[in-house]
């Protein structure tokens, strides 16, 4: 279904050249040379026309002609719904569900970073977020310009048999029977029935380091702003996403690592009763299911979580160790691998939250927990962990002033765990988290360079104030270990966009 196209995108990689030395150094080019191909998935003549401006735009060019249509009266919506698409046709989730494909991945973020900030920053998550899909389609069409194909309209099948037809080709890892059963389903229900579907899936395997649930819950919550109507090239994007398995033989028909923990809770929920849902706040708990997930396995990290359920003990707790436990891993190693531990607890949250059927709450819930000690074996394998525990976590003596805010992200440049420290005082102390928040949140905006900036910050911000009081102040705090630093550089694409759009 979903094959490598070659389309003329000359234009958006024309880069500083002048228009008549590009045209000099490429020679004629014909009107049939700069239209789509038939093959390709269109959208509805309200949007397309947008993404083929953002398509087809130098990235030399697009933010000033971006900021021009703005003016001229085009909607945020619109502008956030033909970035979401234009990535969904362009870019590849391939050969894993990340690299160039954070493009998607972030459109999410960019926009809870766009809704939360003052009001003179708004535009500059989603300009920025306009520049890197740009990136990313220049990556694209120089690893073989893939683009979503048009739906095989005679394989759909008829509703009555999608929700049948999606669940088999997922278990099989059937990419073909699986993009024409998706788009089926997406036609005859509700987002609420499709993510049901999806959500059994999204987090079974560890590949892509958690980038699989990553898009399934960032997707649908930039669906419930822009509209279901737009669902059906997302959610076959997705799918397709879902069903990577790259370099490695079908899982349906091997025993891989990264699939053996979503196996083995499979079975474990068996174990879990029917009144799942514990009522007993337990911060001892929370403190025995960390230290277990500071160096266990995938397997013994889900079976705690089955005897603490067991025993009572409340979700909240569990969720408060799951996440103090992801922030902990950025204290022991920053970095690519320890943020995506706290992103991926974010989406799984999410979508714990949303699903409606219990086992699917249940096994997001013992994955999320198998998910760390992966996470953190697979930060071993880039360097040495430091021997820190985010319960020993000292506090220092810190005003509760705006002043120790700005001075913290100052230290943080120089020491982050002496500013961790500092924010845990200044926490602690009855300080207020937002101006922390607010701080840290602009910080990315002018300092950010990739979308892991977006990602992490918009995850962390948003996550600490579902934590227990005894454990959201150290969650923040840890998080100081990967946010941006007041001391480093403005990046020139801000001042690009803050003068773009005036």
């Known amino acids: 279904m979903l094959t490598s196209q070659r389309r003329q995108f000359l234009l958006s990689t024309a880069g500083s050249l002048g228009l008549s030395q590009l045209l000099g150094s490429l020679g004629p080019l014909s009107a049939d040379e700069v239209k789509f191909e038939k093959g390709i998935a269109r959208f509805s003549s309200e949007i397309e026309p947008l993404v083929e401006f953002l398509e087809t735009t130098p990235r030399a060019e697009v933010i000033e002609q971006t900021a021009r249509r703005v003016q001229g009266g085009l909607s945020y919506r619109h502008l956030l719904t033909a970035l979401l698409l234009a990535g969904v046709r362009n870019v590849q989730p391939r050969p894993s569900v990340g690299f160039k494909?954070?493009?998607?991945?972030?459109?999410?973020?960019?926009?809870l970073a766009s809704i939360s900030c003052a009001d003179e920053d708004r535009w500059l998550p989603i300009f920025w977020a306009i520049d890197n899909f740009k990136s990313s389609q220049q990556r694209d069409i120089s690893e073989g310009n893939w683009?979503?194909?048009?739906?095989?309209?005679?394989?759909?099948?008829?509703?009555?048999?999608?929700?049948?037809?999606?669940?088999?080709?997922?278990?099989?890892?059937?990419?073909?029977?699986?993009?024409?059963?998706i788009t089926s389903l997406v036609r005859n229900s509700g987002a609420q029935r499709v993510f049901d579907e999806l959500a059994k899936f999204a987090a079974r395997d560890f590949r892509s380091i958690g980038h699989k649930v990553i898009y399934l819950s960032n997707a649908f919550r930039t669906l419930q702003t822009i509209g279901w109507e737009y669902a059906e090239p997302v959610m076959?994007?997705?799918?397709?996403?879902?069903?990577?398995?790259?370099?490695?033989?079908?899982p349906s028909t091997s025993d891989q690592d990264a699939d053996r923990p979503g196996r083995h809770n499979r079975a474990l929920l068996k174990q879990i009763p029917s009144n799942w849902r514990g009522s007993k706040v337990d911060d001892g708990a929370t403190t025995a299911l960390v230290a277990t997930l500071h160096d266990c396995t995938p397997q013994q990290a889900s079976e705690q979580v089955v005897e603490q359920i067991n025993q009572g003990i409340s979700l909240q707790s569990i969720w408060n160790a799951i996440y103090a436990s992801s922030g902990e891993l950025m204290m022991r190693q920053r970095g690519i691998i320890a943020l995506h531990s706290v992103t991926t607890t974010n989406a799984i949250r999410h979508a714990f939250q949303n699903a409606s059927d219990p086992e699917t709450r249940q096994f997001l819930l013992l994955q999320n927990?198998?998910?760390?000690?992966?996470f953190r074996e697979a930060a071993r394998g880039r360097g040495d962990l430091a021997d820190r525990k985010i319960v020993d976590l000292e506090k220092a003596d810190t005003p509760t002033s705006a002043t120790a805010v700005q001075d913290t992200f100052v230290l943080m440049g120089k020491d982050r765990l002496a500013?961790?420290?500092?924010l845990y005082g200044y926490l602690e102390n009855k300080g207020d988290p937002q101006p922390v928040v607010d701080h840290a949140r602009r910080l990315v905006f002018l300092k950010g360079s990739d979308s892991h900036d977006y990602k992490f910050s918009s995850a962390a911000l948003e996550d600490y104030r579902f934590l227990s009081s005894q454990w959201r102040n150290r969650f923040l705090a840890s998080s100081i270990f990967q946010l941006r630093s007041a001391i480093e550089p403005t990046r020139p694409l801000v001042k690009r966009i803050q003068e773009a759009i005036g």
Not at 153 to 180: C, F, G, I, N, Y
Not at 236 to 250: C, E, I, Q, T
Not at 369 to 374: G, I, Q, R, Y
Not at 419 to 422: I, L, P, V
């Open 369 to 374: 927990a198998s998910f760390l000690p992966m």
């Open 236 to 250: 076959r994007s997705l799918v397709y996403a879902m069903l990577n398995h790259h370099g490695s033989p079908n």
């Open 147 to 181: 683009t979503l194909a048009a739906v095989d309209e005679s394989a759909v099948p008829p509703a009555h048999l999608a929700t049948q037809r999606l669940r088999s080709s997922l278990e099989k890892w059937d990419v073909e029977a699986a993009d024409v059963a």
């Open 419 to 422: 500013a961790a420290q500092k």
């Open 101 to 111: 494909f954070h493009a998607v991945l972030v459109v999410n973020s960019a926009h």
